[in-house]
């Protein structure tokens, strides 16, 4: 038995497969479009990967890709895709924003020409669904072991002094029967009010190949550097040690 919090803490694939049953194909297909997820953002770089047939469609899916989707594996996405929906849950309020590189446009002499303003796109979950899931994603990174002595999957992105949150990505690569693996973390912080995220892959890991234990410390070695320089105030989390 294990709670919707924990299949996050602990990345219970079964768990996820079961809420994909209950959701069925059109609720979760819903959703996918809802996240962009295979949709281009329009971020303003030339060249963004049109992904549309990466992703399955109600003719293409069947319970086994339900069930390998539920929990990541079997379609592809960008990772400003992943950002962006990732962003729109953890903000506080599911608010899908535009992503955008450039933040204005200079003259010759230093002078503003034009400010790019965040575009919001769509609200993509509730205030309430947010809150939830960011504490869940806290206590990714900073529960407490469950009854079989297994630590929440995240610890080794955390940074000293800074409450954060996170979560694992362990990919299966094809063919299955070659053991290869793609493997992620992504992290905000601070946890109450997000300010940065970051994406981390490894792509084929020797030996050990989960996402908690490979991609987690690049994301910890990445924040301890952005963090300081970005001026955001520590705030040490209760149950740090």
Known sequence: IISLEGSLMFSCNDALMQIGAMEGYDTFLKYQQIFNIGLKTNIDLPGETNNASTVFSRETMGPTELATSSFGQGYNMTMIQEAAAFSSVINGGGHYYK???VKRVLDSNGGTVENINPVLVKQTVSSKTSALIRQYLYNTMYGVAD???????????RVAGYTMGGKTGTAEKVPRSARKYLVSFIGFAPADNPQVIAVAIVNTPQGVYYGGQVAAPIIRQLFENILPYMGIEQTPPENES
């Open 99 to 101: 992503p955008h590189v």
């Open 147 to 157: 009854g079989n002595g297994n630590n929440p999957t995240g610890r080794k992105a």
